[in-house]
Protein backbone atom coordinates (compact mmCIF):
# COMPACT_ATOMS: atom_id res chain seq x y z
CA UNK A 1 0.00 0.00 0.00
CA UNK A 2 2.78 2.99 1.16
CA UNK A 3 4.68 1.49 -2.34
CA UNK A 4 1.44 2.36 -3.95
CA UNK A 5 1.06 5.59 -2.38
CA UNK A 6 5.24 6.40 -3.19
CA UNK A 7 4.36 5.35 -6.98
CA UNK A 8 1.69 7.15 -7.26
CA UNK A 9 3.05 10.76 -6.01
CA UNK A 10 6.32 10.27 -7.82
CA UNK A 11 4.09 9.63 -11.09
CA UNK A 12 1.92 12.68 -10.13
CA UNK A 13 5.20 14.49 -9.76
CA UNK A 14 6.63 13.52 -13.09
CA UNK A 15 3.49 14.64 -14.78
CA UNK A 16 3.57 17.77 -13.45
CA UNK A 17 7.65 18.11 -14.43
CA UNK A 18 6.58 17.08 -17.80
CA UNK A 19 3.88 19.51 -18.16
CA UNK A 20 6.45 22.53 -16.51
CA UNK A 21 8.96 21.23 -18.81
CA UNK A 22 7.23 21.35 -21.99
CA UNK A 23 5.18 24.29 -20.63
CA UNK A 24 5.17 27.78 -23.62
CA UNK A 25 3.71 31.15 -23.25
CA UNK A 26 1.91 31.92 -25.87
CA UNK A 27 1.24 35.10 -27.62
CA UNK A 28 -1.89 35.78 -28.98
CA UNK A 29 -3.35 38.71 -30.97
CA UNK A 30 -6.83 38.90 -31.13
CA UNK A 31 -10.00 41.94 -31.53
CA UNK A 32 -11.51 43.74 -28.81
CA UNK A 33 -14.57 42.63 -29.36
CA UNK A 34 -16.46 41.37 -26.04
CA UNK A 35 -16.22 37.42 -26.93
CA UNK A 36 -12.73 37.44 -26.76
CA UNK A 37 -12.51 39.81 -24.01
CA UNK A 38 -14.32 37.20 -22.34
CA UNK A 39 -12.14 34.37 -23.41
CA UNK A 40 -9.10 36.06 -21.95
CA UNK A 41 -10.89 36.19 -18.54
CA UNK A 42 -10.99 32.30 -18.98
CA UNK A 43 -7.87 31.51 -19.95
CA UNK A 44 -6.94 30.69 -16.46
CA UNK A 45 -9.31 27.20 -17.57
CA UNK A 46 -6.52 26.80 -20.22
CA UNK A 47 -2.99 27.12 -18.47
CA UNK A 48 -4.26 24.35 -15.59
CA UNK A 49 -5.25 21.81 -18.16
CA UNK A 50 -2.07 22.40 -20.12
CA UNK A 51 0.95 24.63 -18.18
CA UNK A 52 1.23 26.98 -21.24
CA UNK A 53 0.58 30.57 -20.30
CA UNK A 54 -0.73 33.23 -22.47
CA UNK A 55 0.44 36.82 -23.24
CA UNK A 56 -2.71 38.76 -25.35
CA UNK A 57 -2.23 41.56 -27.73
CA UNK A 58 -5.79 42.97 -27.82
CA UNK A 59 -6.48 45.33 -30.81
CA UNK A 60 -9.46 47.59 -32.65
CA UNK A 61 -10.60 45.94 -35.38
CA UNK A 62 -8.20 47.84 -38.54
CA UNK A 63 -5.31 48.00 -36.12
CA UNK A 64 -5.32 43.63 -35.68
CA UNK A 65 -5.71 43.79 -39.34
CA UNK A 66 -2.96 45.57 -40.12
CA UNK A 67 -0.76 44.48 -37.77
CA UNK A 68 -1.55 40.97 -38.37
CA UNK A 69 -0.90 40.68 -42.15
CA UNK A 70 2.63 43.14 -41.38
CA UNK A 71 3.67 40.65 -39.29
CA UNK A 72 3.25 37.64 -41.20
CA UNK A 73 3.98 39.39 -44.19
CA UNK A 74 6.95 40.00 -43.22
CA UNK A 75 7.70 36.58 -41.43
CA UNK A 76 7.75 38.64 -38.62
CA UNK A 77 7.00 35.82 -35.47
CA UNK A 78 5.81 38.38 -33.22
CA UNK A 79 2.07 36.19 -32.73
CA UNK A 80 1.93 32.33 -32.53
CA UNK A 81 -1.67 32.60 -32.81
CA UNK A 82 -3.85 35.11 -34.73
CA UNK A 83 -7.39 36.13 -34.99
CA UNK A 84 -8.11 36.22 -38.37
CA UNK A 85 -11.45 35.83 -40.96
CA UNK A 86 -12.28 34.34 -44.16
CA UNK A 87 -11.02 36.93 -45.92
CA UNK A 88 -7.50 36.14 -44.98
CA UNK A 89 -7.46 32.64 -44.17
CA UNK A 90 -7.64 31.38 -47.69
CA UNK A 91 -5.16 34.01 -49.42
CA UNK A 92 -2.81 33.76 -46.39
CA UNK A 93 -3.09 29.61 -46.92
CA UNK A 94 -2.47 29.89 -50.57
CA UNK A 95 0.99 31.47 -49.89
CA UNK A 96 1.67 28.71 -47.18
CA UNK A 97 1.40 31.26 -44.33
CA UNK A 98 -0.90 29.06 -42.09
CA UNK A 99 -0.21 25.76 -40.65
CA UNK A 100 -2.71 23.21 -41.41
CA UNK A 101 -5.28 22.44 -38.64
CA UNK A 102 -6.05 19.08 -40.11
CA UNK A 103 -4.59 17.27 -37.69
CA UNK A 104 -6.75 18.15 -34.96
CA UNK A 105 -7.75 15.16 -32.36
CA UNK A 106 -11.02 13.06 -33.22
CA UNK A 107 -12.62 14.38 -30.12
CA UNK A 108 -12.20 17.76 -31.72
CA UNK A 109 -15.54 16.70 -33.91
CA UNK A 110 -14.18 18.97 -36.82
CA UNK A 111 -17.15 17.73 -38.56
CA UNK A 112 -19.33 19.84 -35.98
CA UNK A 113 -18.33 23.17 -37.57
CA UNK A 114 -21.16 24.47 -39.40
CA UNK A 115 -20.77 23.80 -43.63
CA UNK A 116 -21.00 27.74 -44.29
CA UNK A 117 -17.83 28.38 -41.70
CA UNK A 118 -15.65 25.37 -42.54
CA UNK A 119 -15.48 26.23 -46.23
CA UNK A 120 -14.70 29.90 -46.06
CA UNK A 121 -12.01 28.64 -43.65
CA UNK A 122 -10.56 25.99 -45.60
CA UNK A 123 -8.42 25.82 -48.71
CA UNK A 124 -9.25 22.48 -51.04
CA UNK A 125 -10.71 20.89 -48.46
CA UNK A 126 -7.83 21.70 -45.62
CA UNK A 127 -8.88 23.80 -42.69
CA UNK A 128 -6.63 26.69 -41.73
CA UNK A 129 -8.49 28.36 -39.40
CA UNK A 130 -10.69 27.32 -36.61
CA UNK A 131 -13.87 29.17 -36.02
CA UNK A 132 -14.11 30.96 -32.63
CA UNK A 133 -17.06 31.90 -33.12
CA UNK A 134 -19.27 32.46 -36.49
CA UNK A 135 -21.79 35.22 -37.86
CA UNK A 136 -23.82 37.12 -40.18
CA UNK A 137 -25.52 40.22 -39.95
CA UNK A 138 -29.28 41.22 -39.34
CA UNK A 139 -31.55 43.48 -37.93
CA UNK A 140 -31.75 44.42 -33.95
CA UNK A 141 -34.84 46.81 -33.45
CA UNK A 142 -36.29 48.48 -30.24
CA UNK A 143 -40.09 46.69 -29.72
CA UNK A 144 -41.41 49.66 -27.86
CA UNK A 145 -40.16 52.14 -30.47
CA UNK A 146 -41.38 49.80 -33.15
CA UNK A 147 -44.69 49.91 -31.36
CA UNK A 148 -44.65 53.62 -30.60
CA UNK A 149 -44.38 54.18 -34.36
CA UNK A 150 -47.30 52.06 -35.15
CA UNK A 151 -45.60 49.38 -37.12
CA UNK A 152 -44.78 45.93 -36.69
CA UNK A 153 -41.48 44.65 -37.96
CA UNK A 154 -41.64 42.00 -40.65
CA UNK A 155 -39.21 38.72 -40.47
CA UNK A 156 -37.70 39.62 -43.57
CA UNK A 157 -38.29 43.44 -44.29
CA UNK A 158 -37.60 45.75 -46.95
CA UNK A 159 -34.85 48.70 -47.11
CA UNK A 160 -38.01 50.74 -47.74
CA UNK A 161 -39.60 49.69 -44.90
CA UNK A 162 -36.85 50.01 -42.76
CA UNK A 163 -35.97 53.67 -43.95
CA UNK A 164 -39.85 54.57 -43.15
CA UNK A 165 -39.30 53.11 -39.54
CA UNK A 166 -36.11 54.77 -39.04
CA UNK A 167 -37.14 57.94 -39.64
CA UNK A 168 -40.47 57.28 -37.68
CA UNK A 169 -38.47 56.32 -34.76
CA UNK A 170 -36.25 59.53 -34.68
CA UNK A 171 -36.36 61.97 -31.60
CA UNK A 172 -33.16 63.81 -32.21
CA UNK A 173 -33.79 66.37 -29.29
CA UNK A 174 -34.35 62.97 -27.09
CA UNK A 175 -31.31 61.66 -28.87
CA UNK A 176 -32.94 58.76 -29.78
CA UNK A 177 -31.90 57.86 -33.64
CA UNK A 178 -33.81 55.61 -35.35
CA UNK A 179 -30.90 53.93 -37.46
CA UNK A 180 -27.43 53.20 -35.99
CA UNK A 181 -25.37 51.99 -38.87
CA UNK A 182 -21.25 51.86 -39.27
CA UNK A 183 -19.56 54.94 -40.94
CA UNK A 184 -15.88 54.60 -39.18
CA UNK A 185 -13.37 53.91 -42.16
CA UNK A 186 -12.18 50.44 -42.93
CA UNK A 187 -12.25 47.50 -45.59
CA UNK A 188 -13.77 45.33 -42.71
CA UNK A 189 -15.73 48.29 -41.08
CA UNK A 190 -17.85 50.53 -43.13
CA UNK A 191 -17.42 48.70 -46.19
CA UNK A 192 -18.37 45.19 -44.86
CA UNK A 193 -21.93 47.22 -44.36
CA UNK A 194 -21.95 49.26 -47.41
CA UNK A 195 -20.74 46.33 -49.61
CA UNK A 196 -23.82 44.17 -48.50
CA UNK A 197 -26.30 47.32 -49.21
CA UNK A 198 -25.13 47.79 -52.21
CA UNK A 199 -25.27 44.24 -53.13
CA UNK A 200 -29.08 44.15 -52.42
CA UNK A 201 -29.50 47.32 -54.62
CA UNK A 202 -28.18 45.41 -57.85
CA UNK A 203 -24.42 47.16 -57.60
CA UNK A 204 -20.96 45.25 -57.39
CA UNK A 205 -17.53 45.69 -56.62
CA UNK A 206 -16.49 44.17 -60.33
CA UNK A 207 -17.75 43.17 -63.67
CA UNK A 208 -16.77 39.58 -64.82
CA UNK A 209 -14.01 41.52 -66.43
CA UNK A 210 -12.79 42.96 -63.45
CA UNK A 211 -13.61 46.33 -64.33
CA UNK A 212 -14.97 48.61 -60.60
CA UNK A 213 -18.55 49.65 -60.94
CA UNK A 214 -18.64 52.52 -58.58
CA UNK A 215 -19.64 54.46 -61.62
CA UNK A 216 -22.79 52.16 -61.68
CA UNK A 217 -26.67 53.59 -61.37
CA UNK A 218 -26.98 51.14 -58.89
CA UNK A 219 -23.74 51.81 -56.70
CA UNK A 220 -25.14 55.48 -56.94
CA UNK A 221 -28.84 54.81 -55.91
CA UNK A 222 -27.10 52.50 -52.77
CA UNK A 223 -24.89 55.21 -51.58
CA UNK A 224 -27.39 58.08 -51.94
CA UNK A 225 -30.31 55.89 -49.60
CA UNK A 226 -27.23 55.26 -47.10
CA UNK A 227 -26.51 59.15 -46.78
CA UNK A 228 -30.11 60.36 -46.87
CA UNK A 229 -31.37 57.40 -44.33
CA UNK A 230 -28.12 58.45 -42.31
CA UNK A 231 -28.67 62.25 -42.54
CA UNK A 232 -32.41 61.88 -41.31
CA UNK A 233 -32.34 59.33 -39.24
CA UNK A 234 -29.14 58.58 -37.82
CA UNK A 235 -25.80 59.57 -34.46
CA UNK A 236 -24.66 62.47 -34.86
CA UNK A 237 -20.65 61.54 -35.42
CA UNK A 238 -21.60 58.70 -37.26
CA UNK A 239 -18.40 59.02 -39.34
CA UNK A 240 -16.39 57.25 -36.95
CA UNK A 241 -19.00 54.56 -35.66
CA UNK A 242 -17.86 50.79 -35.78
CA UNK A 243 -19.01 47.87 -34.38
CA UNK A 244 -18.04 48.36 -31.04
CA UNK A 245 -19.13 52.57 -31.09
CA UNK A 246 -22.69 51.16 -32.39
CA UNK A 247 -22.92 48.71 -30.23
CA UNK A 248 -22.23 51.03 -27.00
CA UNK A 249 -25.36 53.83 -28.86
CA UNK A 250 -27.93 51.00 -28.58
CA UNK A 251 -27.13 49.32 -25.17
CA UNK A 252 -27.52 52.73 -23.98
CA UNK A 253 -31.06 53.06 -25.65
CA UNK A 254 -30.11 55.53 -27.77
CA UNK A 255 -31.02 53.64 -31.17
CA UNK A 256 -33.91 52.29 -33.07
CA UNK A 257 -32.56 50.02 -35.21
CA UNK A 258 -29.14 48.39 -35.66
CA UNK A 259 -28.16 46.44 -38.78
CA UNK A 260 -24.91 44.54 -37.99
CA UNK A 261 -22.99 41.18 -37.04
CA UNK A 262 -25.54 38.74 -35.56
CA UNK A 263 -23.13 37.95 -32.57
CA UNK A 264 -24.16 41.40 -30.99
CA UNK A 265 -27.29 40.16 -29.70
CA UNK A 266 -26.16 38.74 -26.62
CA UNK A 267 -24.43 41.71 -25.88
CA UNK A 268 -27.82 44.26 -26.59
CA UNK A 269 -30.41 41.51 -24.54
CA UNK A 270 -27.53 41.49 -21.61
CA UNK A 271 -29.54 43.06 -18.83
CA UNK A 272 -25.67 43.65 -16.90
CA UNK A 273 -24.50 45.78 -20.51
CA UNK A 274 -27.80 46.75 -21.84
CA UNK A 275 -30.47 49.25 -20.99
CA UNK A 276 -33.07 47.75 -23.31
CA UNK A 277 -32.37 44.08 -23.38
CA UNK A 278 -36.07 43.58 -22.62
CA UNK A 279 -37.14 45.61 -25.56
CA UNK A 280 -34.89 44.13 -28.78
CA UNK A 281 -36.29 42.04 -31.58
CA UNK A 282 -34.20 40.45 -34.26
CA UNK A 283 -35.55 40.06 -38.40
CA UNK A 284 -33.34 39.27 -41.44
CA UNK A 285 -31.31 42.04 -43.19
CA UNK A 286 -33.31 44.20 -45.67
CA UNK A 287 -33.53 43.66 -49.23
CA UNK A 288 -34.43 45.95 -51.89
CA UNK A 289 -36.65 42.95 -53.62
CA UNK A 290 -34.29 41.69 -56.17
CA UNK A 291 -33.01 38.46 -54.46
CA UNK A 292 -30.23 39.52 -52.28
CA UNK A 293 -30.14 40.46 -48.48
CA UNK A 294 -27.97 42.81 -46.93
CA UNK A 295 -26.00 40.18 -44.97
CA UNK A 296 -22.74 39.16 -44.57
CA UNK A 297 -20.72 36.14 -43.77
CA UNK A 298 -18.28 36.00 -41.67
CA UNK A 299 -15.71 34.17 -38.67
CA UNK A 300 -13.47 35.56 -36.51
CA UNK A 301 -10.79 32.55 -36.40
CA UNK A 302 -7.53 31.22 -34.57
CA UNK A 303 -4.87 30.55 -37.23
CA UNK A 304 -1.14 29.61 -36.32
CA UNK A 305 1.35 31.69 -38.79
CA UNK A 306 4.04 29.18 -40.46
CA UNK A 307 7.25 29.55 -38.67
CA UNK A 308 6.21 29.22 -34.94
CA UNK A 309 8.37 27.85 -32.60
CA UNK A 310 5.51 26.67 -30.59
CA UNK A 311 3.31 25.36 -32.88
CA UNK A 312 1.99 22.29 -30.93
CA UNK A 313 1.17 24.66 -27.82
CA UNK A 314 -0.87 27.23 -30.38
CA UNK A 315 -2.63 23.59 -31.51
CA UNK A 316 -3.44 23.16 -27.87
CA UNK A 317 -4.60 26.34 -27.79
CA UNK A 318 -7.18 26.95 -30.73
CA UNK A 319 -8.26 23.26 -29.80
CA UNK A 320 -9.21 24.33 -26.22
CA UNK A 321 -11.00 27.71 -27.28
CA UNK A 322 -13.21 26.82 -30.36
CA UNK A 323 -14.18 23.13 -28.18
CA UNK A 324 -17.47 21.75 -27.49
CA UNK A 325 -16.37 22.29 -24.00
CA UNK A 326 -15.10 26.05 -23.98
CA UNK A 327 -18.66 26.66 -24.97
CA UNK A 328 -20.39 24.64 -21.96
CA UNK A 329 -17.70 26.54 -20.40
CA UNK A 330 -19.25 29.79 -21.15
CA UNK A 331 -22.42 28.86 -20.77
CA UNK A 332 -21.42 27.36 -17.02
CA UNK A 333 -20.11 31.04 -16.29
CA UNK A 334 -21.94 33.16 -18.17
CA UNK A 335 -25.36 31.39 -19.09
CA UNK A 336 -26.21 30.01 -22.87
CA UNK A 337 -26.91 33.04 -23.91
CA UNK A 338 -23.74 34.50 -23.87
CA UNK A 339 -21.53 31.13 -26.14
CA UNK A 340 -19.53 32.13 -29.01
CA UNK A 341 -22.24 31.60 -31.70
CA UNK A 342 -22.39 30.43 -35.21
CA UNK A 343 -19.34 28.18 -35.39
CA UNK A 344 -20.57 24.71 -34.36
CA UNK A 345 -23.95 22.85 -35.46
CA UNK A 346 -24.43 20.76 -32.14
CA UNK A 347 -25.11 24.29 -30.59
CA UNK A 348 -27.94 25.00 -32.61
CA UNK A 349 -29.10 21.40 -31.67
CA UNK A 350 -29.00 21.60 -28.18
CA UNK A 351 -31.79 22.28 -26.15
CA UNK A 352 -30.07 24.61 -23.73
CA UNK A 353 -29.57 27.08 -26.29
CA UNK A 354 -32.74 26.37 -29.15
CA UNK A 355 -35.17 29.01 -27.00
CA UNK A 356 -32.44 31.51 -26.48
CA UNK A 357 -34.88 34.63 -28.39
CA UNK A 358 -31.91 34.99 -31.14
CA UNK A 359 -30.45 31.82 -31.76
CA UNK A 360 -32.87 30.42 -35.09
CA UNK A 361 -32.35 34.57 -37.05
CA UNK A 362 -28.61 33.65 -36.32
CA UNK A 363 -28.80 30.17 -37.93
CA UNK A 364 -31.59 31.67 -40.85
CA UNK A 365 -29.12 34.45 -41.97
CA UNK A 366 -25.80 32.21 -41.64
CA UNK A 367 -27.59 29.79 -44.13
CA UNK A 368 -28.79 32.86 -46.29
CA UNK A 369 -25.44 34.09 -46.77
CA UNK A 370 -24.06 32.66 -50.44
CA UNK A 371 -20.37 34.02 -50.80
CA UNK A 372 -20.19 32.28 -54.15
CA UNK A 373 -23.11 33.81 -55.33
CA UNK A 374 -22.82 37.28 -53.69
CA UNK A 375 -24.80 39.63 -56.25
CA UNK A 376 -28.09 40.01 -58.52
CA UNK A 377 -25.05 40.03 -61.34
CA UNK A 378 -22.49 37.58 -61.61
CA UNK A 379 -19.31 38.57 -60.68
CA UNK A 380 -15.55 36.47 -60.90
CA UNK A 381 -14.75 37.16 -57.00
CA UNK A 382 -16.20 35.31 -53.77
CA UNK A 383 -16.87 37.19 -51.05
CA UNK A 384 -20.11 38.97 -49.67
CA UNK A 385 -19.03 41.53 -47.85
CA UNK A 386 -15.28 41.78 -49.46
CA UNK A 387 -14.07 40.37 -52.27
CA UNK A 388 -11.30 37.32 -51.89
CA UNK A 389 -8.20 38.84 -53.18
CA UNK A 390 -5.11 40.25 -51.69
CA UNK A 391 -5.54 43.98 -53.26
CA UNK A 392 -9.05 44.40 -51.67
CA UNK A 393 -7.72 45.14 -47.82
CA UNK A 394 -5.86 48.02 -49.94
CA UNK A 395 -8.80 49.05 -51.88
CA UNK A 396 -11.54 48.34 -49.51
CA UNK A 397 -9.73 50.75 -46.84
CA UNK A 398 -9.04 53.55 -49.24
CA UNK A 399 -12.90 53.63 -50.79
CA UNK A 400 -13.95 53.50 -47.30
CA UNK A 401 -11.84 56.63 -46.48
CA UNK A 402 -13.90 58.28 -49.20
CA UNK A 403 -17.22 57.16 -47.95
CA UNK A 404 -16.87 57.63 -44.39
CA UNK A 405 -15.45 61.75 -45.67
CA UNK A 406 -19.20 61.79 -47.62
CA UNK A 407 -20.59 60.87 -44.43
CA UNK A 408 -18.85 63.36 -42.71
CA UNK A 409 -20.48 65.84 -44.57
CA UNK A 410 -16.79 66.78 -46.46
CA UNK A 411 -17.76 65.65 -50.08
CA UNK A 412 -20.95 64.70 -51.76
CA UNK A 413 -22.49 60.96 -52.77
CA UNK A 414 -20.85 61.41 -56.07
CA UNK A 415 -18.12 62.97 -55.43
CA UNK A 416 -17.23 59.80 -53.20
CA UNK A 417 -17.97 57.18 -55.65
CA UNK A 418 -15.82 58.73 -58.43
CA UNK A 419 -13.23 58.65 -56.10
CA UNK A 420 -13.50 55.47 -55.05
CA UNK A 421 -13.72 54.31 -59.00
CA UNK A 422 -10.62 55.96 -59.89
CA UNK A 423 -8.54 54.62 -57.37
CA UNK A 424 -10.09 51.62 -57.42
CA UNK A 425 -9.62 51.30 -61.41
CA UNK A 426 -6.01 52.34 -60.90
CA UNK A 427 -5.19 49.93 -58.10
CA UNK A 428 -6.33 46.90 -60.21
CA UNK A 429 -4.76 48.10 -63.28
CA UNK A 430 -1.73 48.36 -61.36
CA UNK A 431 -2.35 45.10 -60.25
CA UNK A 432 -2.86 43.46 -63.64
CA UNK A 433 -5.85 42.49 -63.41
Not at 110 to 121: E, K, V
Not at 149 to 155: I, Q, R, S, V, Y
Not at 223 to 236: E, K
Amino acid sequence: MIMRKTFGLAAGVLLATTVLAGAETLTIATVNNGDMIRMQKLTDDFTAKTGHEVEWVTLEENVLRQRVTQDIAAKGGQFDIMTIGMYETPIWAKQDWLVSLDDLPAEYDIDDILPAMRGGLSVDGTLYAAPFYGESSMIMYRTDLMEKAGLEMPDAPTWDFVADAARKMTDKAGETYGVCLRGKAGWGENMAFLTTVANSFGARWFDENWKPQFDSPQWKEAITFYLDLMNDAGPPGASTNGFNENLSLFQQGKCGMWIDATVAASFVTNPKDSTVADKVGFALAPDTGKGKRANWLWAWALAIPAGTQKEAAAKEFIQWATSKEYIELVALKEGWANVPPGARTSLYENPNYKDIPFAKMTLDSINAADPNNPTVEPVPYVGIQFVAIPEFQGIGTAAGQEFSAMLAGQQSAEEALAKAQALTAEEMEAAGY
